[in-house]
């Protein structure tokens, strides 16, 4: 496409709920990026992609989150029995390839856990 | 210490003044620099790259100073439609995730 999608823009759900939220990053990119931002803080990185596999998932808060690319484009980040301090918005970032180095962001899904 | 470090802000300057924001870095061993600008509830774009010998876009300059492991963004003139947070972002060498810093927000008044 022609840019990062994101889906769903937002999402409310209750604490101990599994969640899903999805990125279709921008066609022929091979990396992609998953980001949380919490309010009046900065982007905070969580997982990066090179093709199919994570080469980076340093930064997944725990157990409970885990994201997949089986196919080399669309990913899907999954959080398991959420908690209210999983509340943020969840980017999604995709380059062209992984020196490129400049980041293009999906606008985000707003995740609220009640 | 966090990785990327900016003044939260807010600042508040009139149209046409000049501003400038500062970032500091703690890993002495990184190598791309970068500034981008998040609108209110949007997603963070590219503003500029910052080069070593620093480098100019319009209104806009950057500098980086390795020594002191230290980037700043000028903006001379500033437009009501400069109002948003300012990320400055690092490259981590281990790999090809960026570190952003936690955002300068500007507020630029008629």
């Known amino acids: 496409g022609a840019g990062v999608s994101q889906t769903p823009s937002n999402k409310v759900t209750e604490k101990g709920k599994y969640v899903e939220l999805r990125c279709d990053p921008i066609?022929?990119?091979?990396?992609l990026y998953w980001y949380r931002q919490s309010l009046g803080q900065g982007p905070e990185f969580l997982i990066y992609?090179?093709?199919?596999?994570?080469?980076?998932d340093s930064g997944l808060p725990n157990d409970r989150f885990f994201a997949v690319r089986p196919e080399g484009s669309v990913s899907t980040l999954k959080i398991q029995r959420t908690e209210r301090g999983d509340s943020a918005v969840y980017l999604c970032?995709?380059?062209?390839?992984?020196?490129?180095?400049?980041?293009?962001f999906g606008a985000g899904s707003r995740l609220t856990v009640l | 210490r966090k990785e990327v470090e900016q003044d939260p802000g807010p600042f508040n300057v009139p149209e046409g003044a000049t501003v400038a924001f500062n970032c500091t870095y703690s890993n002495s061993a990184s190598q791309s620099f970068f500034w981008y600008r998040q609108d209110c509830r949007k997603e963070p774009k590219l503003l500029m790259s910052?080069?070593?010998s620093g480098n100019e876009d319009g209104r806009f300059t950057a500098q980086l100073n390795r020594a002191s492991q230290y980037i700043s963004l000028l903006i001379r003139d500033s437009k009501l439609s400069d109002s948003a947070t300012y990320l400055c972002v690092v490259n981590k060498l281990a790999g090809n995730m960026l570190t952003f810093g936690g955002g300068t927000r500007l507020m630029v008044k008629p």
């Open positions: 910052v080069y070593s």
């Open positions: 066609s022929g990119h091979t990396a």
């Open positions: 992609f090179q093709g199919t596999g994570a080469a980076d």
């Open positions: 970032a995709s380059s062209l390839n992984p020196g490129a180095n400049v980041l293009t």
